[in-house]
């Protein structure tokens, strides 16, 4: 196919652009096979170039013979085109509609994308699993790097080189494969040097309605564990799902046969749920009624704040367990492609203080969503304005991001990177020039040829030039694990994505971070006082003359 045959009207002249916190331009509009592109003689005007991919719907509205396109982007940003004349219009919709929907990977902008740096560290080769295999190898002996799904047979979803337990063999693993959802068995993903505990994660068990059991899955999970020690399974659903999902051949660990095993339930909303809050989060954000009632009420009604708190009380609660307790853990939902992900990612945050570097953030992403099979293009193929019915979106990754810059606020100085690092990585998941995001799997990326046909988002960000826009000029390394507070006064609404192209809506958060300092500051005077009659209390108990019997 040929993008020209989707290019209706190439070329328009005399169109006028409105863009937020910018002022009007007056230009030369041009659509090209990824781009829309807009221009203008005007002096300091900057050009708009806006890839086709970032497009999530568009409006049309006509005032005689002028035409409007309202294109609202999945980075939530909204611009206006007045188009002169009818025709053009709508031919520039249809185009934009036709070239913003492709299904086609090998057409998507990577493939075409040829870099005007230089390349001097390929971001493909950084993270591959033998270089991180080797950091493990410096700590303990015990596990090994197995090449069962050399050609992702066992698991569709999982790398072709697998961290495993060494007293686990290769034919043992398929077996356990065989009784995981998608194959997907109990796997490395963090080792805590500091007592040896792991977190592995997972798929849900397949014991349906018979309860049905997996000698060598019992096996593997419980070659984990230390002699003496017990471990703990965190189900990111709730019991009832877990207890609904044996009848369509799921389920969860029975206790009868993983003894040494304590199973709890911390329930995360599935992928549907989440971006039906994304859709109203960025509703009431983009609410121009002014009034702060309204806007609360709209806010607390999408729930996006109490899905941060789950997500980051479950992680808590894994990274206790393994620094606190001395336990090692096991964490899956059903797939174990989405929450288990959000879970295991923000404990390794808490816990190990390398993945709050920039390079060590990177490689977190790398192994815990893009080798472990997060389906990035099925969950980011619309954000919050598409028209179209969600199929499989969700902002997962998103909600993750939300959940480590709520860190980085608590702790501003033990994290090397800045905000304007997890709204970059935001911005590449739903439209890129880089070929990292592309695919659902690795199989995917393999067969789509990606190193080979496309440049690493971190060959560009892991340039000195670049990386100075990233780094945090407060961070000193912290070594210690870090607890961050889930209270919800602690919890606030990350402005640098939802309120960044909204003026009015960012006055009203303003006032609501405000208020929120308020009743902080009111509670702290308030303790304060309870402390301080507490003390004259216990002075007045002292000084009050002994009574005797």
Not at 84 to 90: R, V, Y
Not at 202 to 216: I, S, V, Y
Not at 242 to 257: C, H, I, V
Request: one cysteine or more; a negative charge.
């Amino acid at each position: 196919m040929e993008f020209a045959e989707l290019i209706k009207t190439p070329r328009a002249d005399g169109v006028v652009l409105h863009r937020p916190f910018m002022p009007t331009v007056e230009g030369t509009l041009c659509l090209t096979g990824h781009h829309l592109i807009l221009s203008s003689r005007q002096d300091n005007t900057e050009e708009l170039w806006l890839l086709h991919t970032n497009i999530d719907s568009i409006e049309k509205r006509f005032v005689g013979s002028l035409g409007t396109i309202i294109v609202k982007c999945k980075d939530l940003r909204v611009i206006q085109l007045d188009i002169p004349g009818m025709e053009e219009c709508l031919n520039i919709a249809s185009s934009i509609e036709a070239l913003s929907t492709l299904d086609s990977v090998s057409l998507m902008y990577p493939f075409f994308y040829r870099p005007l740096f230089e390349v001097i560290e390929d971001g493909w080769q950084l993270f591959i699993p033998e270089e991180a295999f080797k950091d493990l190898e410096s700590m303990t002996d015990e596990w090994r790097l197995s090449e069962v799904n050399k050609d992702f047979s066992v698991c569709p979803s999982y790398p072709s080189l697998l961290t495993v337990p060494k007293d686990i063999d290769d034919e043992s693993l398929c077996k356990a494969a065989s009784f995981r959802h998608g194959g997907r068995f109990p796997m490395l993903s963090y080792y805590h040097k500091k007592n040896g505990m792991v977190m592995m994660r997972a798929a849900q068990p397949l014991t349906g309605t018979n309860g049905r059991r997996c000698k060598e899955d019992e096996k593997l999970i419980n070659a984990t564990l230390c002699a003496g020690k017990r471990g703990y399974i965190i189900d990111t659903r709730t019991i009832a799902i877990a207890q609904q999902a044996k009848a369509r051949g799921g389920g969860f660990e029975q206790e009868a046969n993983y003894p040494q095993w304590r199973r709890i339930h911390k329930a995360i909303e599935r992928s549907n749920v989440l971006q039906e809050s994304l859709i109203k989060l960025v509703e009431a954000c983009n609410d121009q009624s002014h009034s702060m009632d309204r806007w609360l009420s709209k806010l607390e009604a999408s729930n996006w704040q109490s899905h941060v708190k789950e997500i980051l009380t479950t992680a808590c609660l894994a990274a206790q367990c393994i620094d606190r307790e001395g336990a090692s853990v096991l964490v899956h939902g059903t797939e174990g492609t989405d929450s288990t992900l959000q879970v295991t990612s923000l404990a390794q945050i808490i816990l190990d203080p390398a993945c709050r570097t920039i390079r060590g953030f990177e490689a977190l992403i790398e192994r815990e969503w893009l080798q472990a099979g997060h389906p990035f293009q099925q969950r980011c193929a619309q954000s919050a304005y598409s028209n179209g019915k969600p199929r499989s979106e969700a902002p997962v990754f998103l909600l993750f991001l939300d959940c480590v810059w709520q860190i980085l606020r608590q702790f501003p100085c033990s994290f090397q990177f800045n905000e304007n690092f997890l709204i970059m990585l935001f911005e590449h998941t739903y439209a890129s020039q880089f070929g990292t995001f592309l695919g659902n799997r690795v199989a995917e990326r393999v067969k789509l040829q990606l190193s080979q046909k496309t440049v690493s988002l971190w060959s560009w960000v892991n340039r000195p030039q670049e990386l100075e826009r990233f780094l945090n000029p407060l961070y000193e390394p912290n070594n210690l694990v870090i607890w961050p507070s889930v209270a919800p006064q602690s919890l606030l609404l990350w402005e640098g994505i939802f309120l960044r192209w909204n003026r009015s809506t960012k006055c009203l958060d303003e006032a609501y971070q405000e208020m929120v300092h308020i009743i902080e500051y009111n509670k702290e005077l308030q303790n304060k006082v309870n402390s301080l009659r507490r003390q004259l209390a216990q002075l007045e108990t002292e000084d009050s003359p002994l009574q005797t019997p």
